[in-house]
Nanobody, 122 residues
Framework: QVTLVESGGGLVQAGGSLRLSCAAS????????MGWFRQAPGKEREFVAA????????YYADSVKGRFAISRDNAKSTVYLQMNSLKPEDTAVYYC???????????????WGQGTQVTVSS
């Protein structure tokens, strides 16, 4: 059983930056692909970024390429999402998730954090 705890959300003005953290514990997190998803009110949960814990390969949704960066710290068992040049349309609850394969659909992920709110004001 993998437990994921997100932190780092908040309110920021458009053009600003935030860094989200996802602390993983239990199971063997390093066997997993770690993903970030987001869900805005009235919308479906969507893929944002993912990273292979073992090899460090990264993948991004087109909407965040060049603005967001996913990374991991093996020693801390923590995955980060650095978000720059934030836009109001980035406003959503952001979730960290773990899967055994690299896929971009939410149902493919086995473990989820509780989510952290990101609000970008215009």
């Amino acid at each position: 059983q993998v437990t994921l705890v997100e932190s780092g959300g908040g309110l920021v003005q458009a053009g600003g930056s935030l860094r989200l953290s996802c602390a993983a514990s239990g199971g063997t997190p390093r066997n997993y692909v770690m993903g970030w998803f987001r869900q805005a009110p009235g919308k479906e949960r969507e893929f944002v970024a993912a990273i292979r814990w073992g090899g460090g390969n990264t993948y991004y949704a087109d909407s965040v390429k060049g603005r967001f960066a996913i990374s991991r710290d093996n020693a801390k068992s923590t995955v980060y999402l650095q978000m720059n040049s934030l836009k109001p349309e980035d406003t959503a609850v952001y979730y960290c998730a773990a899967a055994t394969r690299l896929l971009t659909t939410p149902r493919s992920y086995d473990y989820w954090g509780q989510g952290t709110q990101v609000t970008v004001s215009s």
